[in-house]
């Protein structure tokens, strides 16, 4: 079975296939702490926020963490010049953001950690709120609805996806708005597609949608790139930048 998934599908097993092979395709991209930081995440930090109910919160370092989440798994088209031929609307897009990290990351360490606390538990007592949700969260300096949606859904993966570019595209047809908007309208189709996909003892969570989208779309431009570059499977001298 195809290991891609258009968002059009109705069809579980695809959409089961697509996530499945989701750490396999994230590994391939070798990125350095890319899986790790992917594993505090999805797997140590929901953990953790629901070991704090009933009131959740996110402390400063966790942020920090989740942000360099976000920014890595975000920007790993920039190290593949292959990309920019099959997708050039998104690679000359993802360009003019990736200057803005380090000063995101400043931003974000230069938070108080009592504000972050605050303004994340906040946040978390309004869900499933999204409006409320996102807007207590991007009063934080250097958080945008991306990075208030992946607070979110760390905590609540099945009300809140992630904004990732990835599933934008491939439910609204471009990822060129990151504003409260589009998130809310890009929400609002991942949980439409979960509950969709959900039947009996068969659950997908929004997140899990996200995900399968993501999966899909590096299988989809590791298709397209040109010969001779493999993303999916490449070699150690695809895997390295030159410093």
Do not use: C
């Not at 360099?68 to 920019?84: D, E, N, T, V």
């Not at 099945?158 to 589009?182: C, H, I, R, W």
Request: hydrophobic share 45%; glycine share 4%; no cysteine.
């Amino acid at each position: 079975m195809a290991e891609t998934v258009d968002f059009a599908s109705g069809d579980a097993a695809e959409w089961r296939a697509a996530l499945a092979a989701y750490d396999r395709r994230l590994a391939a991209l070798g990125k350095p702490d890319l899986v790790e930081v992917d594993s505090f995440y999805r797997r140590y930090l929901p953990d953790l926020l629901r070991r704090r109910d009933p009131e959740p919160f996110l402390a400063k370092p966790e942020l920090v963490r989740l942000l360099q989440w976000k920014l890595s798994r975000g920007k790993w088209r920039s190290s593949h010049p292959a990309l920019s031929f099959s997708f050039p609307f998104l690679f000359s897009a993802l360009e003019l953001l990736v200057p803005r990290a380090p000063r995101l990351m400043d931003f974000v360490k230069g938070l108080e950690d009592t504000v972050v606390e605050s303004a994340s538990r906040k946040a978390y007592a309004a869900l499933p709120e999204l409006r409320k949700a996102i807007t207590e969260l991007t009063v934080l300096k250097g958080v945008g609805p991306a990075t208030a949606s992946a607070i979110l859904a760390a905590y609540a993966p099945d009300v809140a996806p992630f904004m990732s570019d990835e599933a934008m595209v491939a439910a609204l047809g471009n990822a060129k708005e990151y504003t409260l908007k589009q998130y809310l309208a890009f929400a609002e189709k991942l949980q439409t597609k979960s509950k969709e996909l959900s039947s009996g003892e068969e659950v997908f969570t929004p997140s899990d949608v996200e995900r399968a989208l993501w999966s899909s779309a590096v299988a989809s431009k590791s298709l397209k790139a040109p010969p001779g570059v493999d993303l999916e499977n490449k070699s150690k001298t695809h895997g390295k930048r030159k410093r």
